[in-house]
């Protein structure tokens, strides 16, 4: 039996990482609302403004492989510590371009992409991390903590903190995004010899893999497995759908629901609240029901809430189809990681993560545009094609998800050497 198989509790190691991730979380809270308001000072022009998400996003897609590559071939803690110390740098140049009054528009964007390089490394090592501290059976305790702490921190916390903080003035959300920063960092290189990972790329004796050859690893260990090419292509889906149906949310919830402006803040958090009761119940519904059958049925409600509030706008539909929505998306989210996590070598975390992420975020964009051109014919028609296309795939689905196995009862292929890494069960071309 596997070492990581034999420990039942969490352990010092993950609170640790747990407490090192909370502090993260609130700077890129703190970041993710201080973006746009920073950029709403500096121009009045809308589609500059705008600018601040695709620059956000841009990272992800040509940077999220080549950050797993990285963490399969570093100490993880390194990359975790180095990905806060850099954000940490960054928070304290926009504190003295602010403060000399010489931040532009252009210099912002700089920043953000920079800032977004890091949080593609930071990312894929703390899901890379998770599987080296806590034992199989646990993983999905370890997510579902993960979740809500980022859920609350940066939803509950950090959202009206920044707000406050930057109406009393720019420079000391700012500074505390550095301070926050630079904690996140020293916990992670406090983090014992485990965190490090396998990151192993060539059999004892022969020489190293060069980097460029990996770029495609996660990509072939997916497609070499029925299970997580299927997963993958799903998860893909059902983002585009949901990128889609949610693209012109904003204008749903004041134009057509009538919620005040004012207000709008305090209905999002119904998002977040369905979010947390997500982690709250995954651990008792997966002991009941088990592993596929919870992520089938998650899936199914998360898509047809979503269809249900574009059929029926009203505000209390709303109200009620974010919060299971958002749950159940969480309750997936948490499962999902666990199962990847337990059926992929460690050594190959950091690209598989990479890859899928690349792939799943990188379409966000295009279902975006999607939902903004039907948001122009009607407002509730981007949630009816966006809820209505998930909710039939969720149906076709739905057996394979049923058939999912336990993370603690998966199959994980330590496999032979990385030239022929494949996905357990997957037969090799001759």
């Not at 903080?165 to 720019?170: H, P």
């Amino acid at each position: 039996m596997h070492e990581d198989e034999r420990r039942t509790g969490l352990g010092p190691a993950f609170t640790n990482l747990f407490t090192a991730n909370l502090s993260s979380s609130l700077g890129d809270g703190i970041a993710r609302v201080a973006a746009p308001l920073l950029a709403a000072r500096l121009t009045d022009d809308p589609l500059l403004v705008a600018g601040i998400a695709a620059v956000a996003l841009l990272p992800w897609l040509f940077l999220a492989i080549p950050a797993g590559v990285l963490i399969d071939r570093v100490d993880r803690r390194r990359a975790l510590g180095v990905a806060n110390g850099v954000r940490t740098l960054l928070a304290l140049a926009l504190v003295l371009l602010v403060a000399t009054g010489t931040l532009t528009i252009w210099w912002l964007y700089v920043v953000l992409f920079v800032y977004g390089a890091f949080e593609t490394v930071y990312d894929g090592a703390i899901r890379a991390v998770v599987p080296s501290l806590v034992g199989r059976a646990d993983l999905h305790r370890a997510n579902s903590r993960i979740e809500a702490g980022e859920l609350v921190v940066q939803n509950f916390v950090a959202a009206p903190l920044t707000s406050w903080l930057f109406a009393a003035a720019v420079v000391i959300p700012l500074g505390v995004n550095a301070v926050v920063f630079a904690v996140g960092a020293v916990l992670a290189f406090l983090l014992p010899r485990a965190a490090a990972g396998d990151h192993s790329t060539a059999p004892s004796g022969a020489p190293p893999t060069a980097w460029y050859r990996q770029l495609v690893d996660g990509f072939r260990f997916i497609m070499a497995s029925r299970m997580l090419r299927t997963l993958w292509f799903l998860s893909t889906v059902t983002g585009l759908c949901y990128s889609a149906g949610l693209a012109t949310w904003v204008l749903f919830v004041l134009d057509r629901l009538d919620v005040p402006e004012a207000w709008f803040g305090t209905f999002m958090l119904t998002g977040a609240l369905g979010g947390i009761l997500g982690t709250v119940v995954v651990g008792r519904a997966k002991r009941a029901l088990g592993t596929g059958t919870v992520m089938a049925v998650a899936n199914l409600l998360a898509n047809l809430a979503l269809l249900a509030v574009g059929v029926v706008p009203t505000i209390g539909v709303a109200v009620a189809g974010m919060v299971l929505s958002s749950g159940a998306v969480t309750v997936w989210n948490v499962l999902v990681m666990s199962l990847r996590q337990s059926v992929i070598p460690s050594r190959l975390l950091g690209r598989v993560h990479g890859t899928w992420r690349t792939l799943l975020w990188g379409t966000m964009p295009l279902g975006s545009l999607l939902g903004g051109l039907l948001g122009r014919v009607d407002l509730v028609l981007p949630m009816v094609v966006g809820g209505g296309v998930a909710t039939v795939a969720g149906v076709v689905w739905f057996r394979f998800l049923r058939t999912l196995p336990e993370p603690e009862d998966a199959d994980v292929e330590p496999g032979p050497a990385p030239e022929a890494e494949t996905a357990p069960g997957a037969t090799l071309p001759e």
